[in-house]
Every structure is written in structure tokens, then in C-alpha cells.
């Protein structure tokens, strides 16, 4: 029996040493070599083509190389029943927090504007509001936002979450529900976006919805690019209705050439790596799930096909 790697565009040879090093035994195939199909019992995905998984009859789960599993979700010929994982890990979700926190004190201080004027040999000094007073929000209040939220809370700010269901996070405000999203953006100067893509948060910040922000908020987006109408943002952009971007995912990535984002004053471009699996911590997760399927005991992280995350 055999763990195929199904995912384009990634670098197979740390997830094959890893899976070597903590199990030997187990076969690691890489697509399209994945031989018998009736031998691959588990697929680790990171956008398969539609149609790919169908192909395996014995095939117990598919897990995603990360967080995000909506690249499995839109194949269309998934197998009905098929469990489909995600990564819940301590390095991924340390790695979101840092990035969250370097994101919120870099807009917080204003670094964005101090790199500019550098760039431009000019000497400025900006505004240093309290930390007590700069309102942070959080979307999506899971494995990575409620970390990222604590530790931004850790540093003083005021931090609120916003989540589906009640969550209760130590040290932060949660609010939840479409009712409450209006009153949580209307008092937030930094918006960090942490929800996955679904049917539901598709297009959640459209031009409505960032224009009840306050006046020269930012907003940090390392959930998933179609959370926000990029056009929308552009143009809020513009306008200095929102001051300032943190961008980290996008509608189409790799960020096209042409897009206005990359050399917008107001906008820090990062490609997709707000935090990055790391297949020695994931592989333990990976043949966990492996000996529960073939115990027949209930899998670890998997998705709700209903809520589609
Ligand atoms: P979780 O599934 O643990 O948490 C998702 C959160 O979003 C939950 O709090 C959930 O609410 C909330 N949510 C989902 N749908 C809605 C909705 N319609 N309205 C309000 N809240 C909603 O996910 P993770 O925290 O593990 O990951 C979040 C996302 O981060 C991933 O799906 C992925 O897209 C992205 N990601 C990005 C990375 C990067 O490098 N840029 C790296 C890793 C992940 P509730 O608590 O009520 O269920
Ligand atoms: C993701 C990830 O889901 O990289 O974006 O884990």
C-alpha cells in the first residue's frame, strides 16, 4: 500500500525524506508515478487537476499539504464519502502568528510609510498612536486567527474576533454571525483576515462591506484572496478610504504581472507564504491518520463537507 504526493508545482523530496525518516516501511509515490492505483490508501493534495483522485478505488483519505482545503473541494468527481483532511499544525499556526503580529506593528508604526520615504531619501516623522487605542479585528477565529489573535493581544492591543459560531478565546472580544460583521468593522482600524475560502466568505469584503471600516483602516488578508473584492480594494485604496494593505493572497496566483497590486504605494505584496507546512511537523499528523484509517478509528482535522472547511 502506498501515500501518493499529488501536489503541482511543490518540491515532493522534504515530504519524501520526512515520510522516510519517521516511517520507513510506508511507500511514498509522486504523480503521476503512483503505480497500482488499488495501492494508494492516502493522496497529500495541493491542487490536484479535477478528476485526479477519482482514480484510486482504495483510497481511505486525502489530506491537504496545508490549512486550506478548497482546492479538493472543487473537484467535481470527488468521491462522495471520500474524508477530506486539513493541516492543523504548531509550526504553521506559529508561523501565521508572526506573520499576523509583524503585519499588524508594521502598519501599526507605519513601517510601510518609513520604507517609502527611505526609498525616497526623505526624513518624516508619522504619528505613534497608543497601542491601547489602534482596534484590531480578526475574521475567522479557528486554529491560525485565535492564535494570531492572543498574540497580538499579547503586545496591548485591543483585539475583537469575528467567527460562524460563539468561540471563546482567552484575552480577545468574539463576536458572531452576518448580524454582528457590520458593528465589528465599524471599529476596527486593522482588519487581518484568517477565514477560508467557502460559498460563504467568497466575496465577504466588497465595497460595502470595506466601506464601513473607519476612515484609513488597513487590512492584512492571509486567509484567501476571493475574501476580497480585489477591485473594491483598489479603489478604497485610491480613494485613502483604506490607508494601507498587507496582502499575502490573492483572486489569482501567482499574482499576475500586470496587477495593479504589486507597485500600489499603499500595498505589501507577499507570495502565499504567511506561513509555510513544514513536512517534518506534518508527516506525524499524515501516518496518524493513517493508522486510525486502517484501525478504523475516527480521523484527526477532518472537513465538514457542509461547511466546506
Ligand atoms: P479553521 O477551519 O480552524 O477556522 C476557520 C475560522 O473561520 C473559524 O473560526 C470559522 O468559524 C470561521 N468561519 C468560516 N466560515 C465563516 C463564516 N461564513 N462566517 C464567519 N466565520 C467563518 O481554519 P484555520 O484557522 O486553520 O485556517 C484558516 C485559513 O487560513 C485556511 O482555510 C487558509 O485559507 C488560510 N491559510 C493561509 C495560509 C497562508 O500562508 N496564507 C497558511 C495556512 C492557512 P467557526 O469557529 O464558527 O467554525
Ligand atoms: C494554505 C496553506 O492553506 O498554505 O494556504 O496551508
Same mark, same amino acid.
Given at each position: 500500500?502506498?501515500?501518493?504526493?499529488?501536489?503541482?508545482?511543490?518540491?515532493?523530496?522534504?515530504?519524501?525524506?520526512?515520510?522516510?525518516?519517521? /516511517?520507513?516501511?510506508?511507500?511514498?509515490?509522486?504523480?503521476?508515478?503512483?503505480?497500482?492505483?488499488?495501492e494508494?490508501?492516502?493522496?497529500?493534495?495541493?491542487g490536484a487537476?479535477?478528476?485526479?483522485?477519482?482514480?484510486f478505488?482504495?483510497?481511505?483519505?486525502?489530506?491537504?499539504?496545508?490549512?486550506?482545503?478548497?482546492?479538493?473541494l472543487?473537484?467535481?468527481t470527488?468521491?462522495?464519502?471520500?474524508?477530506v483532511?486539513?493541516?492543523?499544525?504548531?509550526?504553521?499556526?506559529?508561523?501565521? /502568528?508572526?506573520?499576523?503580529v509583524?503585519?499588524?506593528?508594521?502598519?501599526?508604526?507605519?513601517?510601510?510609510l518609513y520604507?517609502?520615504?527611505?526609498?525616497e531619501?526623505?526624513?518624516?516623522?508619522?504619528?505613534?498612536?497608543p497601542?491601547?487605542?489602534?482596534?484590531?479585528? =480578526?475574521?475567522? $477565529?479557528?486554529a491560525?486567527?485565535?492564535?494570531?489573535?492572543?498574540?497580538?493581544?499579547?503586545?496591548?492591543?485591543?483585539?475583537?474576533g469575528w467567527?460562524?459560531?460563539?468561540?471563546?478565546?482567552?484575552?480577545?472580544?468574539t463576536?458572531?454571525?452576518?448580524?454582528?460583521?457590520?458593528?465589528f468593522?465599524?471599529?476596527?482600524d486593522?482588519?487581518?483576515?484568517?477565514?477560508?475560502?467557502?460559498?460563504?466568505?467568497?466575496?465577504? $469584503?466588497?465595497?460595502?462591506?470595506?466601506?464601513?471600516?473607519?476612515a484609513?483602516?488597513? =487590512?492584512?488578508?492571509a486567509?484567501?484572496?476571493s475574501?476580497?473584492?480585489e477591485?473594491a480594494?483598489?479603489?478604497?485604496?485610491?480613494?485613502?478610504? =483604506?490607508?494601507?494593505?498587507?496582502?499575502?493572497?490573492?483572486?489569482t496566483?501567482?499574482?499576475? /504581472?500586470?496587477?495593479?497590486?504589486?507597485?500600489?504605494?499603499?500595498?505589501?505584496?507577499?507570495p502565499?507564504?504567511?506561513?509555510?507546512?513544514e513536512?517534518?511537523?506534518?508527516?506525524?499528523? =499524515?501516518?496518524?491518520n493513517?493508522?486510525?484509517?486502517r484501525?478504523?478509528?475516527?480521523l484527526?482535522n477532518r472537513?465538514d463537507?457542509?461547511?466546506?472547511?
Amino acid at each position: 500500500m502506498a501515500l501518493l504526493f499529488l501536489a503541482a508545482g511543490r518540491d515532493p523530496a522534504p515530504w519524501r525524506d520526512a515520510f522516510a525518516a519517521s /516511517a520507513p516501511d510506508e511507500a511514498f509515490r509522486v504523480w503521476p508515478d503512483a503505480g497500482d492505483p488499488a495501492e494508494v490508501e492516502a493522496v497529500i493534495a495541493w491542487g490536484a487537476e479535477p478528476g485526479a483522485l477519482a482514480r484510486f478505488p482504495r483510497l481511505r483519505f486525502v489530506t491537504s499539504l496545508g490549512a486550506g482545503v478548497e482546492h479538493i473541494l472543487a473537484d467535481p468527481t470527488l468521491p462522495a464519502g471520500l474524508p477530506v483532511l486539513r493541516v492543523v499544525d504548531p509550526l504553521l499556526t506559529e508561523g501565521m /502568528a508572526q506573520y499576523c503580529v509583524y503585519a499588524v506593528l508594521r502598519l501599526h508604526r507605519r513601517w510601510d510609510l518609513y520604507d517609502r520615504a527611505q526609498a525616497e531619501r526623505r526624513w518624516v516623522r508619522y504619528e505613534q498612536v497608543p497601542t491601547a487605542e489602534r482596534r484590531i479585528g =480578526i475574521l475567522g $477565529l479557528g486554529a491560525l486567527g485565535s492564535a494570531a489573535g492572543r498574540a497580538i493581544a499579547g503586545l496591548g492591543f485591543p483585539v475583537t474576533g469575528w467567527s460562524r459560531t460563539p468561540r471563546r478565546v482567552t484575552g480577545l472580544e468574539t463576536v458572531h454571525g452576518p448580524e454582528a460583521l457590520g458593528p465589528f468593522l465599524a471599529r476596527t482600524d486593522i482588519l487581518v483576515c484568517l477565514l477560508p475560502h467557502t460559498p460563504a466568505t467568497a466575496g465577504l $469584503l466588497d465595497a460595502r462591506r470595506l466601506a464601513l471600516l473607519p476612515a484609513g483602516a488597513a =487590512i492584512v488578508n492571509a486567509g484567501r484572496g476571493s475574501l476580497i473584492d480585489e477591485a473594491a480594494l483598489l479603489a478604497a485604496l485610491e480613494s485613502g478610504r =483604506i490607508g494601507a494593505a498587507m496582502l499575502d493572497v490573492f483572486a489569482t496566483e501567482p499574482l499576475p /504581472a500586470g496587477s495593479p497590486l504589486w507597485d500600489h504605494p499603499a500595498v505589501t505584496v507577499t507570495p502565499h507564504v504567511a506561513s509555510i507546512s513544514e513536512p517534518r511537523s506534518i508527516v506525524a499528523q =499524515i501516518l496518524e491518520n493513517l493508522r486510525r484509517a486502517r484501525a478504523g478509528e475516527p480521523l484527526l482535522n477532518r472537513v465538514d463537507p457542509a461547511r466546506r472547511y
